[in-house]
């Protein structure tokens, strides 16, 4: 066969494209062990970081991060009554997958739709459970860390919010997925900006949401000044999208049975 031949050149091609799809197939075998392990740790670290137990910006060994969370419990809640789910193993279940379709979970759908009078975090559908995260002292909740989401400018940002024992004050919040404009709706991700949130009240005295992310800049002589977070300059819509991402989340269509039944029951832990 000639070397300069068509035939020639398509035969070399075609060796080339095999060779390589044999390579990235053997590679993507290899890694897919190593990369559900960074996707674990990477998980784990945005709930640390929310809870406290890890700096915004400190990095952490895998076994550092293992050893944190062990101090963690992990639990499946069914978010319309509140209670405990305890036929679902909370390693197995995926919460993305359960709320982003009608499938069905055991006996159980795993997903509602949302009608668009109360879908004020812009989700259409949201899961019927949901895992909740638990940092407990001496036999009493210390930290409850909730994954949220909600609709910004560009995208879903999912993130998780924790509250102290006291299931009132505010210990963190830290989006860890997101398509907001940098600089902009992307300054979410500031350490400075999420530096706010802890110690912010989520309730006012009546127990009604009163967290909010206002425009322009807290007043700290405000008497409001407790419920509020600077707002994201240039990103009205993304800062929108935050306050009603607290009061889905936190209202009686998110977590607010759950958080209901945890103060009924005495397992808070106190500021």
């Given at each position: 066969?000639q070397?300069?031949s068509?035939?020639f050149?398509?035969l070399i091609?075609a060796g080339?494209?095999?060779?390589?799809s044999a390579l990235v197939?053997?590679?993507?075998?290899?890694?897919?062990g190593q990369q559900a392990?960074n996707k674990?740790?990477?998980r784990?670290?945005n709930i640390?970081?929310?809870?406290?137990?890890?700096?915004p910006?400190e990095q952490?060994?895998?076994?550092?991060?293992?050893?944190?969370?062990a101090?963690?419990e992990?639990?499946i809640?069914?978010?319309?009554t509140?209670?405990y789910v305890?036929d679902?193993?909370?390693a197995?279940?995926?919460q993305?997958?359960?709320?982003?379709?009608?499938?069905?979970l055991g006996?159980r759908?795993?997903?509602?739709?949302?009608p668009?009078?109360?879908?004020?975090?812009?989700?259409?559908r949201?899961?019927?459970l949901?895992?909740?995260?638990?940092?407990?002292?001496?036999?009493?909740l210390k930290?409850l860390?909730m994954?949220?989401?909600?609709k910004g400018?560009?995208?879903?940002?999912?993130?998780?919010?924790?509250?102290k024992?006291?299931?009132?004050?505010?210990q963190?919040?830290?989006f860890?997925?997101h398509g907001?404009?940098?600089g902009?709706g992307?300054?979410v991700?500031?350490p400075?900006?999420?530096?706010?949130?802890e110690?912010?009240?989520?309730?006012?005295d009546?127990?009604d949401i009163?967290?909010?992310v206002?425009?322009?800049?807290v007043?700290?002589n405000?008497?409001?000044?407790e419920?509020?977070i600077?707002?994201?300059s240039?990103?009205?819509?993304?800062s929108?999208?935050v306050s009603?991402?607290i009061?889905?989340?936190?209202g009686p269509?998110?977590?607010?049975?759950?958080?209901?039944?945890?103060k009924a029951?005495g397992?808070v832990?106190?500021?």
């Open positions: 066969m070397r300069n068509i035939a050149t398509l091609a080339l494209c095999v060779v390589c197939s053997t590679a993507a075998v290899g890694l897919k392990r674990e740790l990477d784990k670290s640390l970081r929310a809870a406290g137990l890890l700096g910006n952490a060994d895998g076994k550092k991060i293992d050893d944190l969370f101090q963690i992990t639990k809640v069914d978010l319309e509140g209670e305890t679902v193993d909370p197995e279940f995926d993305r997958e359960a709320a982003a379709r009608l499938a069905k006996e759908e795993t997903s509602v739709a949302i668009p009078s109360e879908d004020v975090a812009g989700l259409k949201r899961e019927k949901s895992a909740v995260y638990l940092l407990q002292q001496d036999g009493k930290t860390i994954p949220v989401y909600t400018l560009w995208s879903t940002m999912y993130g998780f919010f924790a509250l024992g006291d299931l009132r004050t505010v963190g919040l830290g860890y997925q907001e404009t940098p902009l992307g300054e991700d500031n400075n900006w999420k530096e706010q949130w110690g912010k009240l989520a309730y006012d009546e127990g009163a967290l909010r206002i425009k322009g800049t007043n700290p405000s008497p409001d000044a419920y509020q600077d707002g994201l240039g990103a009205t819509i993304t929108r999208g009603n991402l009061d889905y989340w936190l269509d998110g977590f607010g049975p759950y958080l209901a039944r945890l029951d397992e832990y106190g500021k």
